[in-house]
C-alpha cells in the first residue's frame, strides 16, 4: 500500500516560481513511477510530468522548458519545480503512483496511488 502527500502550492504572480513536493509511504518507493497531474475548475485531470524509477522525465507540451520533475527515492519524495508560471497554470495539482507501470504514462487508468491535491494560483 502506497500513501501519498502533496505540498508546496500557494499563491504566486505570473512568472513566479513554485515546488511542489511529494511524500510517499510504504515499501520500496524506488519501484514507484511517478507523476503529476493538474486539474482546473471544470475540466478534467491531465497529466502535467512524469518521473521514471531512475529520475527520466516526461512532460506534457505546455510545460516543456518551465517545469522539472525529479526523486529523491533516499527521501522517499519526488518534486515538481515550476518556474515562470502561467494564470494558465492553475489548478489543484495531484501526485501519482504505480508499481506496475505498463508504459502509458500521460494515462491516468495507469496509477493505482493518488494524493489529495495541492492547490497552485497563478495570477496575472
Known amino acids: 500500500q502506497v500513501q501519498l502527500v502533496e505540498s508546496g502550492g500557494g499563491l504566486v504572480q505570473a512568472g513566479g516560481s513554485l515546488r511542489l513536493s511529494c511524500a510517499a509511504s510504504?515499501?520500496?518507493?524506488?519501484?514507484?513511477?511517478m507523476a503529476w497531474f493538474r486539474q482546473a475548475p471544470g475540466k478534467e485531470r491531465e497529466f502535467v510530468a512524469a518521473?521514471?524509477?531512475?529520475?527520466?522525465?516526461f512532460y506534457t507540451d505546455s510545460v516543456k522548458g518551465r517545469f522539472t520533475g525529479s526523486r529523491d527515492n533516499a527521501k522517499n519524495t519526488v518534486y515538481l519545480q515550476m518556474n515562470s508560471l502561467k494564470p494558465e497554470d492553475t489548478a489543484v495539482y495531484y501526485c501519482?503512483?504505480?508499481?506496475?507501470?505498463?508504459?502509458?504514462?500521460?494515462?491516468?487508468?495507469?496509477?493505482?496511488?493518488w494524493g489529495q491535491g495541492t492547490q497552485v494560483t497563478v495570477s496575472s
Open positions: 518521473i521514471s524509477w531512475t529520475g527520466s522525465t
Open positions: 510504504g515499501r520500496t518507493f524506488s519501484s514507484n513511477f
Open positions: 501519482a503512483a504505480t508499481r506496475s507501470y505498463t508504459g502509458s504514462y500521460r494515462l491516468k487508468s495507469e496509477y493505482d496511488y
